[in-house]
């Protein structure tokens, strides 16, 4: 079974530019999560998806992030203008539906390394 | 809301010698927690997770954690340190209600000694 995918790996941008990122979850998992892990620190949600509608984006810095997750599937996390905190890891993971009866484990992608000059 | 705290960011531990990494949680309701491992320029993989079932898990490569309500407690252990254990560490935790989304701690970086 393929596990989660993110692309780029890593990227470098300068300040006030935009940048985007891709993952693509486990094939049949309805949940997907974006979360940041600044460096030293632990990974913190971003938004929540429940196929393609959002269930919880109350920590995503609205003003400048956006995400979206059309036809349920992939999804790509948007920054616009980056800032100089913005650098960090940004994680990708997904789970099966909580509704399938089973313990929806996450499983997270490698991740994107977003370095802000 | 949930929160979890994991005592220690570096521990060092000699090959073949015990370890041990804490991780204390805080919940209004019946928590569900987690050992995730992140090795470098990698993402996180799952170690183990408490589901309200036996309070002791056991995990992947050797790892248990055992979950103690009275001391809100889920630390991580291993009789027998590997080099290849020498990665960071997540605890988190999760309620069945609501937000799904995991809480993670601040990670605590293992480090084996040959």
């Known amino acids: 079974e393929a596990g989660v995918a993110q692309s780029p790996r890593y990227k470098i941008i300068e300040k006030r530019q935009s940048v985007a990122f891709w993952c693509n979850p486990i094939?049949?998992?309805?949940?997907l999560y974006w979360y940041q892990q600044i460096l030293g620190q632990g990974p913190k949600l971003l938004i929540q998806?429940?196929?393609?509608?959002?269930?919880?984006d109350s920590q995503l810095p609205k003003d400048r992030f956006s995400a979206e997750r059309l036809k349920g599937v992939d999804s790509t996390l948007k920054i616009q203008p980056a800032k100089l905190e913005d650098s960090a890891v940004y994680l990708c993971?997904?789970?099966?539906?909580?509704?399938?009866?089973?313990?929806?484990?996450?499983?997270f992608g490698p991740g994107t390394r977003l370095l802000v000059l | 809301a949930q929160s979890v705290t994991q005592l220690g960011s570096h521990v060092s531990v000699s090959e073949g010698a015990l370890v041990l990494l804490r991780c204390n949680y805080s919940?209004?309701?019946?928590?569900?927690l987690f050992w995730y491992v992140q090795y470098p320029n990698q993402g996180l993989q799952l170690l183990l997770k408490?589901?309200?079932?036996?309070?002791l898990v056991k995990g992947i490569n050797g790892f248990e954690a055992e979950f103690k309500k009275s001391e809100t407690s889920f630390h991580l252990t291993k009789p027998s340190a590997h080099m290849s254990d020498a990665a960071e560490y997540f605890c988190?935790?999760?309620?069945?209600?609501?937000?799904?989304?995991?809480?993670f701690g601040s990670g605590t970086r293992l480090q084996v000694q040959p």
């Open positions: 408490y589901t309200s079932a036996a309070t």
């Open positions: 988190a935790v999760r309620v069945d209600t609501g937000r799904r989304a995991l809480t």
């Open positions: 993971a997904s789970s099966l539906d909580p509704g399938t009866g089973g313990f929806e484990t996450q499983y």
């Open positions: 998806f429940q196929n393609n509608g959002v269930v919880d």
């Open positions: 094939s049949g998992h309805a949940t």
């Open positions: 919940s209004s309701v019946p928590p569900y």
